[in-house]
């Protein structure tokens, strides 16, 4: 295994109180910005849409929220459970902790334009006081990258289906079929850079870079190595966790079957409810940046249930639904930190989170 070197001192040194005051401010003018696109993009499609229909929506589903709700955190459970999975011994991450990091680190991602930048290091520092950083952010690693790659196939899997059960427009069927090939692509990047354990991420950052950014691209590059090596040593592990990752999104599926139920009093098939799941993969990934995904969330859903037959209305609805249900456990991941003690700039600012995380 390979030893890792102690920090430089030069790494070892926290950022400057102004330079992390001076992100900070860009990160809250961008979330400002975009949050308030998103909203504008929102009122307009209820207004489009109408009030009535969208209240006669949530009229029906009603207590079957609780249920939606509950399909939400089993698939934070799933992620949680695939996260501890992936810890090297003799480190052990229990549920509860992961669990509690898991929401946590989500519900950052969900509310700061910031998306994975803070939300991982958030989870790592949740969880540092039972499971060092290192281990903690190469178990984590571990997770996102299957993850990513199980998110990557429902996306494909659904684009086939959208391309070959319906007759979609002309800018429809480009959107398709570019997300498609994009997935496949890094599908195919993705299992070819495992098996030649290929670094690319931290190349790729320095070119971009030219130069600038060293302690961060040597942190990519450190996180590469210890992810390659922990793959190595747990590839027994890894069909259990992809069964993790798969319980993830057919609870997402299942979401949307049970609210297009409540919302229409109609059984969907699975195909349209994959079909929309897969959707709001795509719209997850494009627009990590933009809090809460408010606007964007509602106007492609809404997108593709007319193309479904189901129209604007359900969409907006079932999308409008969903939000709430994010809302229900971005609020309990919210009191966790505010309970542990993290804020955003603590995060940032931490020299030994940003350092080794």
Do not use: C
Request: proline residues 5%; positive net charge; charged residues 15%.
């Amino acid at each position: 295994m390979t030893q890792r070197s102690d920090p430089s001192p030069a790494d070892s040194v926290s950022p400057s109180p102004s330079g992390v005051l001076r992100r900070s401010l860009r990160f809250r003018i961008t979330g400002l910005a975009t949050s308030a696109l998103g909203i504008a993009l929102l009122v307009y499609l209820v207004r489009r849409t109408g009030v009535a229909p969208i209240l006669e929506g949530a009229r029906e589903v009603g207590w079957g929220f609780l249920g939606i709700v509950a399909l939400g955190g089993l698939r934070f459970a799933a992620r949680a459970v695939a996260w501890g999975r992936s810890i090297e011994a003799p480190w052990r991450l229990t549920f509860p902790a992961a669990f509690a990091a898991t929401l946590s680190g989500d519900a950052l991602g969900n509310v700061t334009p910031l998306s994975v930048i803070v939300s991982e290091p958030a989870k790592v520092a949740f969880v540092r006081p039972v499971v060092p950083l290192g281990p903690a952010a190469s178990a984590l690693a571990i997770e996102n990258f299957l993850y990513s790659l199980t998110v990557a196939v429902v996306i494909a899997l659904g684009m086939i289906a959208m391309l070959l059960a319906f007759d979609l427009t002309e800018p429809l069927r480009t959107i398709s079929a570019v997300s498609l090939a994009t997935m496949l692509g890094l599908l195919v990047a993705a299992i070819w850079m495992i098996g030649r354990r290929l670094a690319v991420v931290s190349p790729v950052l320095d070119r971009l870079a030219g130069g600038r950014a060293v302690r961060w691209i040597a942190r990519v590059r450190l996180l590469e190595a210890r992810t390659f090596e922990l793959y190595e040593r747990r590839r027994g592990r890894l069909v259990p966790v992809l069964a993790l990752e798969a319980v993830f999104h057919a609870a997402g599926v299942a979401e949307v079957y049970l609210t297009l139920w409540l919302l229409t009093g109609t059984a969907p098939t699975l195909l349209i409810a994959f079909l929309l799941e897969s959707v709001n993969r795509v719209i997850t990934v494009v627009f990590k940046f933009v809090p809460l995904r408010v606007g964007v969330d509602e106007a492609g859903t809404a997108l593709f249930t007319n193309v479904l037959g189901l129209g604007t209305a359900t969409g907006v609805t079932l999308a409008l639904v969903r939000k709430a249900r994010v809302i229900v456990w971005v609020l309990v991941g919210l009191a966790l930190l505010v309970r542990r003690g993290l804020t955003v700039k603590g995060i940032l600012a931490d020299a030994e989170l940003t350092a080794r995380g």
